[in-house]
């Protein structure tokens, strides 16, 4: 049991100093706000406190007024999330083909017990061409049957499993 | 067929700086900063007589002009990469399939107004754009097409690239700022406008990728080649967005002023499955929803302003004869809902109130006043909205009662959706439905008058 919580205290101490090397690249440029929130959440899949915490103090601001900024945009979690995150396009041209089975079908499939992923409704996501369309993690899908979407996901989260 | 912005996509590795050279990639900057002064590449822009592609057709050249006579140092060129209109992806093709385009037109208006500065803010949901860009900025700095003394002459500029994280106001032109300096994006009051006193207090150029993206043809071949490439008055090509019931959807880089006929049915073959054509947006979310007997509208600003709407980002978005005008409205609805900023009353309270209404209209449970209701909101929220989006938020649904009023006389007063598509169930939503005007909810809540 030491040993094993010795590991997830060392992974986590190099994700804090991946992190504190990320923000002092981006302090050296003007305009990094959201770059540095972007990378906590790509080292902790959301904006974790304390992580939050050393990109506050890096820009000179208090946690509260980087919150006030973090919680204006969609894209950044303030928990923990599943390894997957399906964002579904529902806007007029996936509508028209076929949006809300999709968001039905994964919906109905993430309740479902561990399964690892979760779905989130969003707004157009430049892919109306391949409606109707969603994101895999970084991933765009389109033109796709919502059995289809459902394989996608879970072929993502078989990956995200294996992958550790 | 003429094409200037997606002429190379379809080359293989047309993201490659070695491919970009191979197709005549960066000789337009070479020429500019060997041949012409930043002025003659200005009066080139001028004679193309190209207005912005990001949806308000500002004539590019007289915004440049703001620019050169501001006062203030560093300039920056901000390129607006947030493209979020619904029904809109032609940024998101140039950035993923030819970057190095974006970057040499980004160079251009840099060094044609006198810019040492350039941020591309890309929108945080385009993650392989995003990548894509980031690549070529990285062999643009390795070859010197950007940096210091670019391809030895006395012109530097250096170029940040910058994620968004989710919210479509942070492409209005003065959110932006606010979102690159790091703070919430809401919209900040104009004046100053931001070639006065834009991004970090300074002289800003904002414009669009698109816009951006067809500056170095324009300097390779003269504006007025550019401008003659245009049909019916029209200036220049189009990128032409098509999504929806069409058989081919996609984006259709044509000659402004094509006709929507023309690119419905001649390049994005026609409606789908041999059905009919019942109803189309010309330019995304905020545009009108207009009747099949306006298909011969000509797609360029002033034409489609004359009729009553906007062409906005030409993200055109069709319908057949299956679909229900209100709940498409209702979507579009829903849009603005949710991307309201909240920084103003009549947009904040505005969308949520048209939601609702149309809500009550699919349901069957709309009062016979409803359609007066949308017209007073609508007409409220259009006068007094701090900025573009609260402005034109209200048009999709307005322009449903205007266009398809039938189909909502039968939705409130027979309680039957004609194309069987809503729920009609006679169940309220279980949000409370305000059924005064956005005027007298402001005048009970402060004694104030809306603008
Ligand atoms: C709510 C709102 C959202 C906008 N979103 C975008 C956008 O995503 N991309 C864009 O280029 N312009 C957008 N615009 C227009 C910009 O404010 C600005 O006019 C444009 O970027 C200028 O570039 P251009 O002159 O090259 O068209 C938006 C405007 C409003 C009101
Ligand atoms: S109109 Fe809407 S988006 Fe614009 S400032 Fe007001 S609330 Fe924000
Ligand atoms: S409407 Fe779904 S991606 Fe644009």
Redesign the pocket.
Known sequence: MATQSGEVESVEAAKYAALQVEIEECKAEPGTTLDMLHAVQRQFGYLEPRAVGMVADALGITKAQLYGVATFYTMFFFEPKPPVIARVCVNLSCHLRGAQDILHTLEAAATADRSGFEVEEVMCLGLCEQAPALLVNEVAVGQVSAAEALERVQASVAACNEGG | MEQVCLRRIHNENSQDIESFMAHGGYAALRKALTEMTPSDVHEEVRASNMG?????G?P?AM?WNFLVGAKGEPKYVLC?F????PGTFSNRIIGEEDPHLLIEGCVLAAYATGCSYIFIYIRGEYFLAYERVKHAIEQAYAHGFLGQNIMGSDFSVELYLRRGAGA??C???TAIMNSLEGKRGYPRARPPFPANEGLFGKPTL???VE?LANLPDIVLNGGEWWQNLGVNEGAGLNIYCVSGHVERPGAYELPMGTTARELIFEHAGGVWQDRELKAWKPGGASSAILPADMLDLVLDFKPVQAAGTILGTAGVIVMDDHTCVVDAAIRDATFFEEESCGFCFPCRDGTRVLRMLLEQVRHGVAPPDTMDLIEHSSADMMGASF???GQFAPWPVVSTVRNFRSEYEAHIIEKKCPAGVCPMDGVEPNEHVDRRTLQEMLVAQKGGALA
């Open positions: 912005g592609r990001g949806g308000a500002f590019t915004k607006n947030d493209e979020s209109e479509y106001i492409g209005e032109e904002i414009n669009n816009s900025c573009g989006l």
